[in-house]
């Protein structure tokens, strides 16, 4: 206790930093085992994320005021500051948007009961296999009474929440097969139906956590040392890593192999610059016509189609997981190996804009407000720069980006060329993103690594961070058309 109140007492009282949260906490276990003799588990992985080095997102605390203080208000509202809210920490005015809407989502009045929120939670994360969030949610769904029988499985919940199970399903891997027989189904169930208020607060929460399982994969987020799978007792090897990441990729075994090949992408950057300023030039001389359009529009949809999620190969499937959804071989993957055709889902015709965003505030005050704010922040967020070039507008590679994952979805923009997309983004840039968005749980180190090179973290975070929007939005327009057809 001297060493705990010591340490405390240089803390400055104004200041509030993860990096000596995590100097108390190494403190305190070479006390344990110097002092004591006790067994202490240490982290199984080195720091919030297996892809950023831990020293990048501690300092985010140390430097950047706002972040701090977001941080300290998480801590204090929650009790816990997670790995997701460390990485997102890169951008402050995007996390706080994003605590902002999770917290009104989770706990501020609305349709649906606390447990009922953290148990769908729950089923859309393991859709993907996320256990990081699973767990996470099962832990709040116990501590706001939900009924532990419950996480034996999907088939120990309610028959209301069995029902939103084909919902979680088609919308985490094919949302444009959401008609509204599937919205007429949940609403006239009889003693088990969803009333409209609770089911645009239901697609929200699985909308917002198939993203956020993306966002979790994609970044590499680890478990917190206090939860299941953050923690180990035997001596950690090959500089902490675990064997599953090795053979993911996800060690340092490859060094050599990535400082040759670091060497192969120098000037990708300002190769990419080119391109943007070539395409504005022709954008300002010529503009294709409305069938040309529509034209490269079907040709990218097709072709990233074709794009493969990574390796073809199997995940290990989760007992602790799978239990939670039913069909587990279901997925993106069987549709495209089927060569099937996704049909175009033009924004002119139904919009988040024109169309979502009043339905989702007119049935859930407020919530529509939040989500378009997000949507915006992560869209327009920009530092005006490209890895070590300043003053640089990206406005057109965020497009390209965002539009190319609602071309997956076969969501078109008529006056967006997507042409474009091919000059800005590259191969394995498509990968990454077809496997982020799609079969988020494939994704690798390697895979992170193998896109943008010369690129900063907080740049490949900010990526993310327009995927998982995105995404969340694609699946959002599908959901609310549907429900929009019924009502009608």
Known sequence: MRHATAATETMDNNSFTVTYLYKICAHCERLSKKDLGVRIPGPLGNGPS????????????????????????????????????????????????????????????????????HYIGIMAAARHQCSYLVNLHVNDFLQVGGDPKWLNGLD???????????????????????????????????????????????VVLL????????????????????????????????SQYCVCDIANGNG???????????????GEVEVLMERMKQLQECRDEEEASQEEMATRF??????????????????????????????????YKDFSRRGEHVPTFRVQDYSWEDHGYSLVNRLYPDVGQ?????????????????AMHKDVDTTMLRRAIWNYIHCMF????????????????????????????????????????????????????????????????????YALRAITCYMT
């Open 50 to 117: 297996r892809f950023i080095p831990e020293k990048e997102i501690l300092q985010v605390s140390k430097v950047d005021l706002r972040a701090q203080s977001i941080f300290e208000d998480a801590f204090a509202a929650l009790g816990r500051l997670d790995n997701i809210s460390l990485v997102m920490g890169f951008h402050p005015q995007y996390l706080e948007s994003f605590l902002r809407t999770q917290h009104y989502l989770l706990q501020m009045d609305g349709p649906l009961s606390l447990h009922y929120r």
């Open 156 to 202: 120990g919940a309610p028959q209301k929440l069995q029902a939103l199970g084909e919902l979680n399903k088609i919308l985490a891997h094919r949302p444009w097969l959401l008609t509204k027989a599937h919205i007429e189904h949940l609403l006239k169930a009889e003693e088990h139906s969803w009333s409209l208020a609770e089911l645009i607060h239901a």
């Open 207 to 238: 909308t917002h956590y198939h993203s956020l399982a993306s966002f979790t994969f994609g970044c590499g987020i680890t478990p917190e040392i206090h939860s299941d799978g953050g923690h180990t007792l035997r001596p950690l090897s090959l």
């Open 252 to 266: 340092h075994g490859n060094n050599l192999e990535e400082r040759r090949s670091s060497h192969q992408v120098s």
């Open 298 to 331: 079907e040709r990218e949809k097709t072709e990233s189609m074709l794009v493969a999620t990574a390796e073809e190969e199997e995940c290990v499937q989760s007992r602790d997981v799978s239990r939670h959804f039913e069909d587990p071989s279901y997925g």
């Open 370 to 386: 939040l989500l378009d704010e997000k949507f915006q922040m992560a869209y327009n967020l920009t530092y005006n720069t490209m």
């Open 410 to 477: 076969g969501i078109r923009y008529d006056d967006y060329d997507y042409g474009e997309i091919n000059q800005l983004l590259d191969r394995s840039f498509k990968v990454y993103i077809k496997t982020m968005v799609c079969s988020p749980e494939k994704t690798t180190k390697r895979m992170y690594e193998s896109f943008w090179r010369q690129f900063q973290h907080s740049e490949k975070v900010h990526v993310n961070l327009l995927l998982m929007e995105a995404r969340m939005q694609a699946e959002l327009l």
